[in-house]
């Protein structure tokens, strides 16, 4: 990841440490942070760290991560947010490298849902794309970054309100968590 592709970015909620390298920028997580709303249960998460640049219009946007030694709910992957209460996260979960777990969440509303999927045990890179056209978007992850496979379609507020779009990060358990952003391109439809 070069450093002149990351100027327009800035984080929602700054992470532990941010240590840039060769291969991209390792981050830490602090410990029991999340994005998570439930305004039946009065639960309002926001203190995830979120790495985002500003898009309007059609785009599309894919973030690859490296990640070892996860444990339980540590969550690396990619978010499109409008604000507190509405957005979209979608994640490797774990409670350890042989039990992987393919997690997407919207929120609409500060009202968030939550669906998982099986993924390949023993995975420690993963690459998501979420594909804005027109007001809808798609949400695809892969595990070698050329063979996406579609998990999501979902809608978020009018196509023509600008969204953050990038990677998060988040430890909701009571340990840190490491994970290497090794990129974030966006591309305009």
Same mark, same amino acid.
């Given at each position: 990841m070069r450093l002149e592709q990351l100027?327009?970015?800035?984080w929602l909620n700054e992470p532990e440490d941010v240590d840039f390298r060769d291969?991209?920028?390792a981050v830490t997580a602090k410990a029991g942070t999340d994005f998570w709303q439930n305004k039946n249960r009065n639960v309002? #998460?926001?203190?995830?760290?979120?790495f985002f640049t500003r898009k309007c219009g059609n785009f599309v946007?894919?973030?690859?991560?490296a990640f070892s030694q996860m444990t339980e709910m540590n969550q690396c992957g990619i978010m499109i947010r409008s604000d507190e209460q509405n957005w979209?996260?979608?994640s490797i979960m774990?409670?350890?490298l042989k039990n992987s777990k393919l997690g997407s969440c919207v929120s609409d509303s500060g009202y968030t849902d939550w669906a998982l999927q099986a993924v390949l045990p023993g995975l420690t890179e993963i690459w998501f794309?979420? #594909?804005r056209l027109n007001g809808d978007y798609l949400l695809f992850y892969s595990s070698d970054g050329e063979n996406f496979q579609q998990i999501r379609l979902f809608n978020l507020p009018s196509e023509d309100?600008?969204?953050?779009v990038g990677a998060y990060i988040c430890a909701p358990k009571n340990n840190k968590f490491q994970a290497l952003l090794k990129s974030v391109e966006i591309e305009g439809l």
């Open positions: 100027f327009d970015f800035e291969a991209g920028m309002h #998460k926001d203190d995830g760290h979120f946007l894919t973030v690859h991560w979209i996260k979608a774990t409670d350890s794309r979420i #594909k309100v600008e969204v953050k």
